[in-house]
């Protein structure tokens, strides 16, 4: 599938690689379709592009690359819906802000996006603690 994004122009997507959130994300419940794009192999960032806004795409990080110990506490109801199983490989995401300040990120670390890699489903979970 092709498609046309304002970051990247167009781009040629597999169907398979499709990501679905079937809540959409906090704030934006209408997006619920992304692909990962990795940009740059040389760096741990890559961009999530909605598929149902071209004009969206956000930067997200694996956070374990700068806060090794960073844990996601989840509960099996929370994840039942996306197929996550104590068998399933998980990632973890969080969204990057590039902040004005030259050379400041900021990670969101209480809204990870949590990825069942097998079945392609996500949630965003907010963290209460």
């Known amino acids: 599938m ?14 398979a690689k499709i990501l679905t959130f079937p809540s959409g994300l906090v704030g934006m ?5 992304f692909i990962l794009l990795d940009k740059d192999q040389d ?6 592009q909605s598929l149902d ?26 994840v039942e819906p996306i197929g996550i199983t104590e068998t399933t490989e998980v990632l ?4 990057v802000t590039i902040c004005r ?3 400041t990120l900021t990670a969101n670390l209480q809204a990870p996006l949590v990825i069942n890699v097998e079945g392609r489903m996500g949630k965003q979970v907010i963290l209460l603690e």
């Open 43 to 48: 760096h741990p960032f890559r961009w999530m």
């Open 92 to 95: 973890v995401l969080c969204i």
């Open 53 to 78: 806004d071209s004009s969206i795409a956000f930067l997200t990080l694996e956070p374990q690359v700068f806060h090794p110990d960073y844990r996601v506490p989840l509960q099996q109801q929370e």
């Open 2 to 15: 092709i498609i046309q994004t304002r970051l990247f122009g167009e781009i040629e997507i597999e169907d």
């Open 101 to 103: 300040e030259p050379k």
């Open 29 to 33: 419940k209408h997006l619920k379709q």
